[in-house]
């Protein structure tokens, strides 16, 4: 049985989601530390000024902990990110199409960035059609067996060292050329949900 094990990311790469595609079961790590410059509150999306890093604030405290980490919500950010997201895919394809599903995750309040990207991460999954089981890590195992790791694979500072993915119609991809491994919803709003 193919297990992979994944870090809570937010708006996850496209390749993310293509290796939880094909995976037999999904484990999400809920007990690993937070880590600073990674994809757990930051998603890369394209825009007409080439590609724009999405940062969700944190709470900076002494919690260390994912699933303790809270969201900044004293600064706008959903409205900056929604804005951003909206400037950039409005024109795609499927972005009319999805945008009712993802909008309403830029008014509500989340305390929490481990709760907001799970919630986020299971609405891709409902529309990327994957249907494999997805569970939360029981503990932190450091070295795991019977089950591929993936945990520090998808990172921002190796988004362009990760196995080149198959060319897609990009929005701005007429002006800067094939953008690789960026944030799935891309993907999403430009193809539609089928690999």
Known sequence: MLQKL??????????????????NSVVVEAHDNYQKQTYRNR????????????IIPVVRNSEKKITGIE?????????????????????SPFFLYYKDFFE???????????????????????????HNTITLSESYEK??????????????KNRTFRPKMIE??????N?????ENITSI???????THF
């Not at 969201?71 to 024109?91: C, F, L, M, P």
């Not at 067996?145 to 694979?153: K, P, S």
């Not at 897609?168 to 991809?173: L, N, P, R």
């Open 186 to 192: 891309d993907y999403l709003f430009t193809m539609g």
């Open 143 to 156: 070295n795991v067996i019977n089950m591929e790791d993936y945990r520090h694979y998808f990172l921002p």
């Open 168 to 173: 897609y119609q990009q929005v701005f991809s």
């Open 175 to 179: 002006r800067y050329g094939f953008m």
């Open 43 to 54: 998603t890369t999306i394209f825009t007409g000024n080439g590609l724009q890093d999405l």
């Open 71 to 91: 969201i900044d919500n004293s600064v706008n950010w959903q409205r900056n990110h929604w804005k951003t997201i909206e400037s950039a895919y409005n024109n």
């Open 6 to 23: 994944f870090s809570i990311a937010y708006f996850p790469p496209v390749d993310y989601i293509l290796e939880m595609k094909n995976a």
């Open 104 to 130: 309403p995750f830029f008014k509500e309040k989340y305390q929490f960035l481990f709760e907001y990207n799970f919630a986020l991460l299971i609405l891709l999954r409902k529309l990327f059609s994957i």
